[in-house]
């Protein structure tokens, strides 16, 4: 199935596809979809990492792919939004033909990678095992001491019909910590503070922004509910002040 015959708004999700099932975890030579981390590979775990050594071949996107690609010798295929797709049918033929496949993602697959994780399994049709990553979304947790058993986690950065993650954020506002993933650019930390507003927010909660976790230029931004949702609007890059490798924070009351 190529890209242009695909419409997520218009179904099945991918990510329905992935937890469709437990694992079996007595499968024969299962395909690995491995989270790498936030990017800095001292967060690599050793299992992740020896299931993309004894790979033959590799798959996932460009800037995921770039960050591993000196841990192992195989085969690399790399892709974007547009031929993500085939791609993964270059991979599926390799795997059906006998090689070991490894499909790598960002953090961790359990926490914002599962429409990716539903992709890789409906192309391979063979089990796919997930080995966990340390998620930007935990080391924001620790940063911000936001336990997540006191917390609301919503994953924005995805495809497809956002309202329901939308409406768990603005119905938890001020009675839990909340932790989002935005969506890149249509959705910042700046458009969802004012969606909290909008639900009753009140505009003293403190907000936090965490970018580009563990890199050497991480940053962090301390402010409000209210002067966040300040800059609200827009959908580009120079619409918002932040990066796309974001995660943003509301401190409850």
Known sequence: MSSDDYDLDSGPDPAAIAASAPEDPDADRPVHAV????????????????????????????????????????????????????????????????ERGTAVAMGDPN??????????????????????GISSLQ???SRARTPMEDTTFVTLHKSGDLSTDLDRLRSDVGDRHLLVL??????MPEDVAAELLDAGGDPELPALVYERLTHDDEARTATTLGD????????GRDDTRFSDLSVFVVRRD
Do not use: M, W
């Open 139 to 141: 080391l924001a947790a």
């Open 111 to 132: 926490h914002s990678g599962y429409q990716f994780v539903g992709k890789v399994q409906r192309a391979v049709d063979r089990p796919v095992r997930i080995v966990p």
């Open 228 to 235: 966040l949702a300040k800059d609200a609007g827009g959908g």
């Open 35 to 98: 989270g790498i981390g936030p990017g800095n590979l001292d967060f690599l775990t050793p299992r992740g990492e020896q299931a993309i050594r004894e790979a033959d071949v590799v798959v996932g996107f460009e800037t995921v792919v770039d960050f591993v690609a000196d841990r192992t010798d195989a085969d690399l295929l790399t892709c974007g939004y547009r031929d993500e797709l085939d791609t993964l049918e270059t991979f599926a033929e390799r795997v059906a033909d006998g």
């Open 182 to 187: 935005p969506r890149p650019f249509d959705l």
